[in-house]
């Protein structure tokens, strides 16, 4: 592994728990930190990375103590996951202009991805999505993307890097995206004519009307990510103090079960909440909202551990359907009701049951439509 101190601050886990340290079974006391020496991460799971780097917000402030009021909160979380090994690196070091800690993040998150690990980063402004993304440039990955947040941050007339990292993210060259996926936008916040124009390149964006009507039918996008971003913007100002937006959006627990989908992608590679600015948070009810949705993640986790993989046949029930002249196989998981629709190129993609049911009466789900629109 590529000495990546050069790039990280260690934790002080006095400094988070200054009263009696933390208790057995907590997770603070179960966590791999880089206190004085790197953990090794050949046995781990999960990675923590924290970044404060804020500037993209257009504020002067370079950088926020957010990721330790996150860990603060997190580590007195007692954890219940013991197949799921967790290791916490530290904070990127902020570099002296923006690029540089982009820079710092994406050689940090590279290292830990080509590990065959899942990093977890604790941000930031969201624009900090765009060193995360760039990752999968540095290793040639081509991926889907899944980002969560009541804007799309497409905004070229706006000079504040967090309101337009879209516009690099999804139309940069080389581009990496094979798909892109928006959950939970505001409608009153977002320009009709940008929803046109992501709908003429296939991405899917789902207002938060509908993710808040039927979770399940969002899993599957989330399922087939490989990165995931998420803005606390999309989580209601009354169960997140330091959500200032807008007084709508997602509830605690629905912002739990996104982060628990996540965890439980077997593609999914990063994962990371943005947005939190600790100046804005009252008795740190958002850092212990944003802890208790890592909890989940840990958790999706843990489940993902226990799914089959798809060649295992006798782990899935198998059902054969023709819909449109088109014969096609759709499996369902025995162990999580998950299920997986095969494409004309007899690769499987993450579906929902209602998808199977509209094949099996001849109607053309939607998902299978739109992907192959896409080609």
Same mark, same amino acid.
């Given at each position: 592994?590529?000495? $990546?101190?050069?790039?990280? =601050? ?103 991805? @080509? ?45 504040? @890097? ?7 993210? $999804? ?29 003429? $390149? @296939? ?25 995931? =971003?998420?803005?606390? =913007? ?45 100046? $804005?948070?009252?008795?740190?009810? =958002? ?11 840990? *958790? ?26 088109? *014969? ?45 629109? @896409?080609?």
């Amino acid at each position: 592994m590529q000495d $990546l101190t050069d790039f990280l =601050s260690p934790i002080r886990l006095q400094e988070l728990n200054e009263d009696n340290g933390f208790r057995e079974g907590q997770l603070g006391k179960c966590v791999s930190v880089y206190e004085n020496h790197l953990p090794d991460l050949t046995k781990i799971d999960i990675v923590l990375v924290g970044i404060g780097e804020s500037r993209g917000n257009g504020t002067t402030v370079l950088s926020t103590n957010a990721p330790d009021k996150i860990r603060k909160q997190l580590y007195q979380l007692y954890f219940w996951h013991t197949d799921i090994a967790i290791a916490d690196l530290g904070n990127i070091k902020t570099g002296d202009n923006i690029n540089d800690s982009y820079a710092a993040l994406k050689t940090v998150v590279s290292e830990i991805i @080509r590990l065959g690990k899942t990093v977890v980063i604790l941000g930031g402004s969201h624009d900090v999505t765009l060193a995360q993304y760039n990752v999968y440039v540095d290793l040639k990955q081509i991926i889907e993307a899944t980002c969560v947040d009541a804007f799309i941050d497409l905004r070229n007339d706006s000079n504040i @890097r967090s309101e337009n990292f879209l516009l690099d993210m $999804l139309t940069s060259e080389p581009n990496m995206i094979r798909h892109y996926n928006h959950l939970g936008f505001q409608s009153y916040f977002v320009h009709p004519r940008l929803l046109e124009t992501m709908d003429k $390149l @296939r991405f899917d964006c789902y207002r938060v009307g509908v993710v808040k009507e039927d979770l399940d039918e969002i899993e599957p996008a989330i399922r087939n990510s490989h990165l995931v =971003s998420f803005d606390i =913007s999309a989580i209601k100002n009354s169960e997140s103090p330091a959500s200032i937006q807008g007084p709508n959006g997602l509830t605690g627990e629905e912002a739990c079960i996104i982060a628990r989908f996540a965890g439980m992608s077997n593609n999914l590679s990063s994962f990371g909440i943005y947005g939190y600015d600790p100046s $804005l948070d009252l008795n740190e009810l =958002s850092a212990k909202q944003i802890a208790q949705m890592l909890w989940y993640f840990i *958790d999706g986790k843990n489940k993902s551990k226990q799914e089959s993989p798809l060649e295992e046949k006798s782990a899935f029930n198998e059902f054969h359907t023709c819909f449109a002249e088109v *014969d096609t196989i759709f499996l369902q998981s025995k162990r999580s009701n998950r299920w997986w629709m095969q494409m004309p190129d007899k690769k499987f993609i993450a579906c929902t049951q209602n998808d199977y049911i509209k094949a099996s009466t001849n109607d053309i789900p939607e998902r299978w439509l739109r992907i192959q629109e @896409r080609g």
